[in-house]
């Protein structure tokens, strides 16, 4: 639960945690230090939740993780104690919860791989050489992993009439199977400010290949001057479904949607 739920949080917090001590040797004060990242809504992580039960659950999370945090960053060095308080800590995590967006991105293999088809011969036969056993890799920890039944395999490569040599051709065939998006999450102080709403007038899209990760807020119609940018904290199937369905995956953000689809929907 902890590694795949939220451990992009928790390396997001270390990062933060890194960022405001380096900026506390400078103004020797934690308060100011930390201040660009406390902007945000930033309830307690466990705060945010109903349940008694998950409550302790989640706070006992954080308590281990700052732990192992503190432990590796102070190793003998004097630093301030507070930076790794429960409190600090679960607000960080709270603070991400609440207000990350989602962020997918074109695996970087692609634009390799499309520069490689117009490469020289030569240069092609050697970066298929090494290519293969990496391939070769990846096919065998799918296999590891139990990613298709057996006979479910065997139906698959049976129905192909033209079954790939090898894996080099499998994956010119088919790079993305091979090399799928790249999904995690950020904080981008403009942008996670926006409003949600379940008919949109925008959208954050992250132009491929800026280093580092830049959000941009496309428009996706006319918006008249003045009106306010809202962008759908939920994804497009959540979208897609009716009022009540929608408001209950909302319900974590902590409000309750208002906007002119919902006010319109029974």
């Known amino acids: 639960y902890q590694r795949r739920v939220h451990g992009e ?9 890194a960022t405001v001590l380096e900026a506390y040797q400078h103004t020797h004060d934690l308060a100011l230090a930390a201040a660009p990242f406390l902007t945000l809504q930033h309830p307690l992580w466990w705060d945010m939740f109903d349940d ?43 603070m991400f919860e609440r207000n990350q967006i989602g962020i997918r991105m074109q ?5 390799f791989l499309k520069h490689t088809e117009s490469a020289p011969p030569d ?17 065998q ?3 590891d992993e139990d990613s298709c039944a057996e006979s479910e395999c065997e139906s698959m490569s049976e129905e192909e009439e033209d079954p790939p040599q090898d894996e080099w051709e499998a994956m010119r065939r088919a790079p993305a199977l091979v090399f799928p998006p790249l999904d995690g999450a950020g ?21 491929q290949g800026a280093h580092p990760v ?6 996706l119609a006319p918006i008249p001057a003045g009106q306010e940018l809202t962008i759908s904290y939920l994804d497009a199937a959540d979208l897609s479904r009716p009022k009540g369905e929608r408001q209950e995956a909302l319900r974590d953000y902590g409000f309750c949607c208002d906007c002119e689809r919902c006010q319109h929907d029974r």
Do not use: D, W
């Not at 904080?187 to 132009?207: D, W």
């Open 9 to 17: 949080v928790f390396l997001l917090c270390g990062a933060v945690i």
């Open 52 to 94: 008694t039960e998950l409550k302790t659950k989640l706070k006992h999370i954080c308590t281990e993780s700052v732990g192992l945090l503190k432990a590796a960053f102070t190793q003998g060095k004097e630093l301030p104690s507070s930076v790794f308080s429960i409190e600090f800590y679960g607000s960080l995590v709270g």
């Open 107 to 111: 695996h970087p293999m692609l634009e």
């Open 123 to 139: 240069l092609h036969s050697s970066i298929k050489a090494s290519m293969v056993p990496f391939l070769e890799s990846i096919k």
């Open 141 to 143: 920890t799918e296999m």
């Open 187 to 207: 904080l981008f102080q403009l942008a996670s400010m926006m409003n949600h709403s379940c008919k949109p007038n925008a959208t954050v899209t992250f132009p």
């Open 214 to 219: 830049r959000a941009q807020v496309v428009a």
